[in-house]
């Protein structure tokens, strides 16, 4: 089941950046799909396309909201919780190799002359 949302959510996020990229900015120049004329080849008038275009942005924000929320729901309840305080501390084994020196066994440091 998380498989398929995750591929849902790919495909969602793909479609959504798509769509607005075609919308036409504020000015009409920085729009893929134009701001002028027939607009998208004609298919739709200027208006329509922006209004189609606006839906279809809600729609798939919509859509990946709800996927998204559908994901963490579905993540928190297929691990089990736990506090990390409940637990106990695992057992620790002593480091293997040479034992530290005694401070009498350590050379002395020189003190700065001023």
Do not use: N, Y
Request: zero cysteines; aromatic letters at 2%.
């Amino acid at each position: 089941m998380q498989t398929v949302l995750v591929i849902v959510q790919l495909i969602v996020s793909i479609a959504l950046v798509i769509v607005v990229l075609l919308q036409p900015s504020e000015g009409g120049a920085l729009g893929i799909g134009g701001g002028g004329g027939g607009g998208l080849g004609g298919l739709f008038s200027a208006r329509g396309a922006a209004s189609t275009l606006t839906r279809t942005t809600a729609i798939l924000a919509v859509l990946f909201f709800v996927v998204s929320m559908a994901l963490t729901i579905l993540a928190l309840h297929t691990k089990p919780q736990a506090s990390i305080l409940d637990s106990t501390p695992a057992k620790t084994q002593p480091l293997k190799g040479p034992a530290p020196k005694p401070a009498s066994q350590l050379p002395a440091v020189p003190t700065p002359q001023h």
